[in-house]
């Protein structure tokens, strides 16, 4: 095909100016996984259509210089369930822990609806608007039936991922408890080595656990509706203790009135409440995601809450144990999985858990006929 233009077979012989859509030439092989053209130049290089393999040294010097393509495939290094990358990817967290540790990792929850994606995009525009940097960790629902997620995150937050000091980074939760990849933990450190001063960790918040992404982040906010009703009350009461904060979105038009009275009895019923964090009194808020009123407010929480907690030791405390606890919930996902893959667990499995259904055999029973059948000893009779 040469250079110029060249009119589609589907033009008559005898066409005139009417059809004007012209075939151009098209860019050689060898990118995006296509092969190259037959004598085109990438062809006759030996273009190789895949990436190239980035070598530990590679991945951190990338993610050090703020390379967002580098930190991109680096997260998705840190995500694979692969042996190979797996052992790769604890080199390059390795070289990259001497630079972490300097945000203020904020983690946010809320039912369906109350709108989450928009106050992270009304919050993040407002922080990068005044230099910060920031790296958001929008966990997505995992289909049970297809195991698939929409991640459509990006395109709910879309000022937000158009502007240079945001990085969002959706991820599917695998049906992991509390909507937390298991992996969000390495992730927060490889964005913060990138640069990063402030963390979002979005969590699905479907009434699961938040257990976990509290044990990952400094400043845990709870986001609220008002008028919802009492269905929701479970969500509340066991997530509300946990918070630091409590914020009512879409406090803006005729819903203001009634966000602002759900403010005042929310922080009578926080009187009766253990703090979640020693030292630091959990308070109810009102803001508009729409609107942008109380954005600032909220964020000036977060920032005395730092400063506050830093004085006291809180802060670095809190740091050090949620590493311990990071050691041995890594520990319990190792035992786990060497568990399920044992041969002679997977040569078992089938036919005790069908004598548990059937009922012949107790619960009890069937969980140390697996454990003994883990640990290379048989169920003595009797036992």
Not at 65 to 94: F, P, Y
Request: proline share 4%; glycine share 10%.
């Amino acid at each position: 095909m040469s250079d110029e233009k060249q009119r589609p077979e589907w033009v008559p012989e005898k066409g005139g100016t009417e059809y004007t859509t012209n075939v151009m030439r098209g860019v050689e092989g060898g990118h995006d996984g296509m092969p190259p053209q037959p004598g085109s130049q990438a062809a006759r290089q030996g273009s190789n259509p895949r990436r190239r393999q980035l070598s530990v040294e590679d991945h951190v010097e990338g993610v050090l210089s703020g390379d967002r393509t580098i930190l991109a495939r680096t997260i998705t290094l840190v995500e694979s369930n692969s042996a190979a990358h797996m052992e790769q990817a604890q080199e390059v967290l390795k070289h990259l822990i001497p630079h972490t540790g300097n945000s203020i990792r904020v983690g946010i929850t809320g039912v369906p609806g109350v709108g989450k994606s928009s106050f992270i995009e009304a919050l993040g525009t407002f922080l990068c608007d005044r230099e910060h940097k920031l790296a958001v960790l929008a966990v997505d629902p995992t289909s049970s039936v297809t195991r698939g997620s929409i991640l459509g995150d990006k395109t709910r937050m879309e000022n937000l991922s158009r502007d240079p000091n945001a990085f969002i980074r959706p991820s599917p939760t695998g049906g992991t408890l509390g909507g937390v990849t298991r992996k969000s933990r390495e992730t927060i450190l490889v964005c913060e080595a990138a640069g990063f001063d402030v963390i979002l960790v979005e969590t699905v918040g479907v009434g699961q656990s938040e257990i976990t992404v509290r044990s990952m982040v400094d400043f845990f906010l709870l986001l609220m509706l008002t008028g919802a009703g009492d269905e929701l009350q479970g969500i509340k009461k066991g997530v509300i203790e946990l918070a630091d904060a409590l914020l009512i979105n879409k406090a803006d038009g005729e819903n203001k009135l009634r966000a602002q009275t759900a403010r005042s009895e929310y922080n009578r019923a926080l009187h009766y409440l253990a703090p979640a964090t020693e030292g630091w009194k959990t308070k109810a808020y009102t803001c508009s995601a729409m609107t942008g009123e109380g954005i600032d407010n909220i964020w000036d929480v977060i920032q005395t809450f730092r400063q506050q907690t830093g004085e006291s030791g809180v802060f670095e405390k809190r740091r050090k144990n949620q590493t311990l606890d990071w050691v041995y919930s890594m520990v319990e996902e190792h035992l786990r999985s060497r568990f399920f893959n044992h041969p002679g667990v997977k040569a078992e499995r089938a036919q005790v858990e069908h004598a548990v259904v059937e009922g012949t055999m107790p619960a009890t029973v069937a969980a140390q006929e697996l454990l003994h059948t883990f640990e290379g000893r048989e169920l003595r009779t009797g036992n």
